[in-house]
C-alpha cells in the first residue's frame, strides 16, 4: 500500500504536464503526447485530437530531438505515395470489376465472375418420379406438396 499510493501520485502528476507544440506557422497543440514518430513526422495526441505533424512543420530543436533526417524523411514520403498509388489502382480495379459484373448481370448476360457461383439457393423438394427426370415443387426437404 505504501508503495501504491506514490506510484499514482507520479502517475497523475506525470499526465498533468504534458508538453505544448507550436509549430513554425503558428499553430499549437495543447496537451500534447507523442504516438508515434516516422520519417517524415510525428503523430501526436492532443486536447484537439490525433493529427500527424511533418517534420518540416516543427521547430529546428524539435527536429534535432525526434531524429529527422531529411534524406530518409524523403525516401519515406517516397514509399508511401507508391504504396498509397498501388492500393488507389487496386481499389479502382476491383470496383471496375464490380461495375462490370453488376452491369452484365443487370443485362442478363453474367459475366466470368458472376456465373462461377450460386447468387441464392432454391430449396426444392421431389414431388415425382418420371421417365423424363423428377417433377420439383419448392420447399424444404423431406416436404411433400400436392398441386
Known sequence: ???????????????????????????TYKGV????????????????????????SLPKDLQAKYGYDPDKAAAYAAQDAATQ??????????????IAADNALAAGKPDDDAAKGPKCRVMMVVQEKTDDGVLLWPGPPGEFHDP
Open 33 to 56: 503526447e507523442i504516438t508515434k514518430t516516422e520519417p517524415d513526422g510525428i503523430t501526436i495526441m492532443s486536447d484537439s485530437g490525433v493529427e500527424k505533424i511533418p517534420f518540416t
Open 1 to 27: 500500500m505504501k508503495i501504491i499510493v506514490p506510484m499514482l501520485l507520479l502517475f497523475f502528476a506525470g499526465a498533468g504536464f504534458a508538453d505544448d507544440i507550436t509549430t513554425t506557422d503558428g499553430k
Open 85 to 98: 498509388s498501388q492500393l488507389f489502382q487496386a481499389n479502382e480495379k476491383a470496383l471496375k470489376q464490380k
